[in-house]
């Protein structure tokens, strides 16, 4: 082993051994508070609280590269020089990762500091090493490569799915079928039931009733494509629907839609809740409807709401929060009374043109061309396109306006998704475009999101994209961690609402063909 | 060749085994974490993000590194072979 060499004088060592100590040590301490105030900031924002131990703790692990930094530097530097070039290099790593994803730094600050760091401690290891040494790592880079080509080649055809089972056939898929099993565990009776939405709606309400609004839709798609499962099917969604009905509709808004303001539209409602809630009684109705079903006042009741909503505002626009309309929630809340025209033979398609022609003229970011993902009343912008908004928005539209949701999902296509390895992903902001972290958004390293993922994957099994949705599934596959246990299948890195996701994204179809169907028939058109 | 042949099979199979271990444990639940947004002072606790790392790591080797290490490790394994055939035993 080579000898370090040094020409640092005692006097430039002592500085040396001060000054980048504490660099480093300054380093850590700016990541530390920007993340403090960042975390002070998210939990203010959608908790009004904060836990002063939790923030501080967990924002002092993105920090912890620097200690490696600090090692690295010191074990390895061979001269001032080299230690210079190295403490920059990984500074500007560090700096690089805070400035270009300062969105999902605690995550992505981490791994990159990281990797950098050992790639670069490995590279001055074996820089150390004798020539057989470096001969004999030479030949197992080089099998590694070798292997890495073969697996690159091969991967697509042993990983991919096939999509044509959940399409075509007519006997469910296993995993489908496994899913399913969780679900009418979870909603078997009421405590089983509790336990699972009280776990949601402690973590975000909005993913409560997402995840019945999700179930809802996955169970009617199922009891509408495979006879076999209906009744099993139907007597889950029931449930379903009565315990939605029963819940007060506050209680699905996050803290800051209970009250802090006043909703501006009268009377006050969130076309959110209502245009969910109503969904799945209309989705229930769908599948079975009689006279005296017991939720047909209710479902009135809600889809009157929306459609006041809608056409008392100047932009088709209805409240999910106050002063704040989701581009998720109006195009849901219209598919809505869409259903519920099949059903009861009325006509809103001047209400569905109207909200098309302002769709078309306000609602759409002229930069990219998507759905802004919440507007204002007035059509101010709250947020900019986001991909845990904007792959629902066009699902929801494709019954009701079929040319702007394909022309959305094109353009989401285009600018919303990545391709890693042979895999693809949902963005939660396009290419280039870094937008305001929210908890919908989850963790998003990279651009790739967590959310906007499971949601394209909605998206593109509604739009027959099957190239997409088998490589979106594939991934899903691979990051969720499916686990079958006692014939139930749920994904272990996932929640109820994530699970409620991939079942729809999995089932999707029938029931927009449904609607679809009944609609050309009521008109007297070929669909 | 030998030893970089064990190695490498090594490092594939045995964090897929592990996988599988901490799955039997039941450890795996702490995968939950990935997507829960209620993190309290204590819940997760070290322990908890400990193996939910250690299972997410893991589950990527049962899903593709095991492939990678194990792919490489077949020429050292022919290596090896090749050469205990071509020397007399001592």
């Known amino acids: ?527 | 060749m030998r030893k970089t042949a064990i190695i490498l099979m090594l490092i594939a199979i045995v964090p897929c085994l592990l996988f599988h271990l901490l799955d039997a444990i039941g450890a795996t639940e702490n995968l939950k974490y990935v997507s829960t947004t209620l993190w309290k002072a204590g819940d997760p606790g070290i322990d908890n993000l400990l193996l939910l790392f250690t299972c997410m790591i893991c589950w990527s080797w049962t899903q593709g590194w095991i492939y990678l290490f194990g792919g490489a490790a077949l020429p050292f394994i022919v290596a090896a072979l090749v050469g205990s055939k071509t020397q007399p035993d001592t």
């Not at chain 1, 569905?352 to 759409?364: K, N, P, T, V, Y």
Request: contains cysteine; negative net charge.
């Open chain 1, 1 to 527: 082993m080579p000898t370090k060499v040094t020409s640092d004088t005692p006097s430039q060592t002592i500085a040396q051994s001060l000054w980048l100590p504490a660099l480093i040590l300054g380093g850590m301490a700016l990541a530390a508070a920007a993340l403090v105030l960042h975390q002070i900031h998210v939990d203010r924002l959608f908790y009004g609280q904060t836990n002063g131990t939790l923030t501080l703790g967990f924002c002092l692990v993105p920090t912890l590269p620097y200690l490696l930094m600090l090692r690295l530097i010191h074990k390895h530097g061979r001269t001032r020089t080299s230690r210079l070039i190295l403490l920059g290099l990984c500074s500007a790593l560090g700096l690089w990762a805070l400035r270009s994803q300062y969105n999902q730094f605690t995550v992505s600050s981490i791994l990159l500091q990281t990797l950098g760091v050992g790639i670069l401690q490995l590279a001055v290891i074996i820089l150390r090493w004798s020539r057989g040494a470096q001969r004999h790592a030479g030949l197992v880079a080089a099998a590694l490569t070798l292997s890495f080509a073969i697996n690159w080649a091969i991967a697509p055809l042993v990983h991919l799915p096939d999509a044509a089972p959940y399409y075509t056939n007519t006997t469910l898929p296993d995993d489908v079928r496994g899913q399913l099993n969780h679900f009418y565990q979870v909603w078997a009776t009421p405590e089983s039931r509790d336990a699972a939405q009280l776990d949601m709606s402690e973590q975000n309400p909005e993913w409560d009733l997402i995840s019945r609004t999700f179930l809802a839709a996955s169970l009617a798609n199922v009891a509408l494509q495979y006879p076999d499962e209906r009744s099993r099917a139907l007597e889950t969604l029931d449930r379903v629907v009565d315990h939605s009905v029963s819940v007060d509709w506050r209680e699905f808004l996050l803290p800051y839609g209970r009250g802090l303001k006043k909703f501006v539209q009268k009377p006050e409602a969130s076309i959110m809740v209502d245009g969910e809630v109503s969904l799945m009684i209309g989705l229930r109705r769908l599948v079975e409807d009689s006279d005296d079903y017991v939720h047909r006042a209710e479902h009135k009741r809600l889809i009157d709401r929306c459609i006041r909503a809608i056409e008392s505002n100047p932009l088709s626009l209805g409240e999910s929060y106050p002063d704040e309309c989701w581009l998720w929630c109006v195009p849901m809340a219209l598919t809505s009374i869409k259903i519920y025209d099949v059903l009861e033979g009325t006509d809103h398609s001047e209400l569905f043109a109207r909200f098309g022609r302002h769709a078309r003229e306000s609602l759409i970011d002229p930069e990219s061309g998507l759905f802004y993902s919440a507007v204002s009343l007035a059509g101010d912008v709250i947020h900019e396109p986001e991909g845990s908004t904007v792959w629902i928005g066009a699902w929801c539209l494709i019954p009701v306006l079929p040319e702007l949701a394909n022309d959305q999902y094109a353009i989401m296509k285009e600018t919303l998704t990545g391709k890693l390895l042979f895999l693809r992903y949902g963005r939660e902001w396009p290419v280039g475009k870094t937008g305001n972290w929210d908890i919908d958004a989850g963790f998003t390293p990279f651009g790739m999101g967590p959310a906007s993922t499971g949601f394209s994957l909605v998206a593109a099994k509604e739009m027959d994209d099957r190239d997409f949705f088998r490589r979106t599934l594939c991934l899903l596959n691979l990051v969720g961690v499916p686990q079958t246990e006692g014939g139930r299948t749920r994904y272990l890195s996932s929640n109820l609402v994530g699970d409620a996701t991939f079942l729809l994204a999995k089932t999707t179809g029938p029931a927009w063909a449904e609607i679809v169907r009944r609609d050309a028939e009521q008109k007297g058109v070929q669909p």
